[in-house]
């Protein structure tokens, strides 16, 4: 990340100076209720397809039942795979992030595992702002965030689909 010439550069992103609406830091957090909730409705599902697949069997043992196996293993596996989708979620650690707004849509997301390394960023970027001359570069190191996973404020914007207003 630098400010050099009333431009900063976020990666390979460029924002003039001049359109930056907000900079300012926020931790962002795992949504570990909804993991458990999407864990909790796979297992209610999969019980329900064990007890409707369970009756529909030929109680003759002498019969194969490699259909009940088959659906067993099935049920088995999508469990364990919603387990462990749900574990990386709830194990996720929150990250405290730079975020960098302008005056339209674009946003930029800056990430590091030191909050005061990015609270001195947000005081250079304003100061730059405020001081045409200001130049600086930092290296920050780079985190990918799923923010699938993550909850934060919905903000409604102007124009586009599903505005929510604030909510959080």
């Known amino acids: 990340m630098s400010v050099s010439k009333r431009l900063l550069w976020v990666d390979g992103a460029c924002y003039p100076l001049r359109n930056l609406a907000r900079v300012h830091t926020y931790i962002v957090r795992p949504n570990r209720r909804a993991a458990l909730m999407k864990f909790l409705a796979w297992l209610a599902v999969s019980l329900l397809v064990l007890g409707v697949a369970s009756g ?70 304003s100061d730059a702002i405020e001081n045409p001359e200001a130049e600086f570069r930092v290296q920050v190191e780079r985190l990918t965030l799923n923010m699938r996973n993550y909850t934060g404020d919905t903000v409604n914007m102007i124009g586009g689909n599903n505005n929510t207003g604030v909510s959080r």
């Not at 749900?86 to 800056?110: D, Q």
């Open 56 to 125: 529909l069997t030929d109680p003759d043992p002498y019969s194969g039942n490699d259909g009940l196996d088959m659906i067993r293993f099935i049920v088995l596996a999508l469990l364990v795979y919603a387990l462990v989708d749900m574990l990386i979620v709830v194990c996720g650690a929150s990250h405290t992030v730079l975020a960098i707004a302008t005056t339209g849509n674009p946003i930029a997301l800056v990430t590091s595992r030191e909050e005061a390394v990015l609270r001195d960023l947000v005081r250079r970027i």
